[in-house]
C-alpha cells in the first residue's frame, strides 16, 4: 500500500540529500525505466514508443551526478508517493525504484 508523501520542509530536504549520493547506475537506471520515451532512442522508425533501459540508462550516465540526482528529485516531487509508513519514496510511478531515509525516534 502507498501514501501521498507529507513530510516538512527539512524532509525534502534530507530526500534531495539521499538522491545526490545514490550510486550514478542506480540513479540512470530509475529515471530510464520512469522516462524511458523521453531519453535517446527510444522511438522506433514508426514512431511507436519501445523500452531499452539498458541502453537507455548507459547514455543517461554521462549527465552526471548532479543533473541525474536532481532528476530524480524531480521524479520523486512528481510520483509524491510513498510507502505505508513512509522512510521509503518512489522515484516511479510503480515504486519500483526508491529512496529510503532512515526512520528517525
Do not use: Q
Not at 519501445?50 to 530524480?72: D, P, Q, S, T, V
Not at 524531480?74 to 526508491?98: A, F, L, M, Q, R
Request: charged share 25%; with cysteine; aromatic share 14%.
Amino acid at each position: 500500500m502507498s501514501w501521498e508523501i507529507s513530510i516538512s520542509g527539512d524532509g525534502w530536504g534530507e530526500i534531495y540529500e539521499k538522491c545526490h549520493r545514490m550510486r550514478l547506475a542506480a540513479m540512470a537506471k530509475a529515471i530510464g525505466d520512469y522516462n524511458y520515451e523521453i531519453f535517446h532512442g527510444t522511438w522506433d522508425k514508426k514512431g511507436n514508443p519501445h523500452h531499452k533501459g539498458a541502453w537507455n540508462w548507459r547514455k543517461l550516465m554521462k549527465y552526471g551526478r548532479e543533473c541525474l540526482g536532481n532528476m530524480i528529485y524531480d521524479c520523486i516531487v512528481e510520483t509524491n508517493t510513498c510507502d505505508n509508513g513512509g522512510y521509503k519514496y518512489w522515484i516511479d510511478p510503480n515504486g519500483y525504484h526508491k529512496v529510503v531515509l532512515k526512520e528517525t525516534e
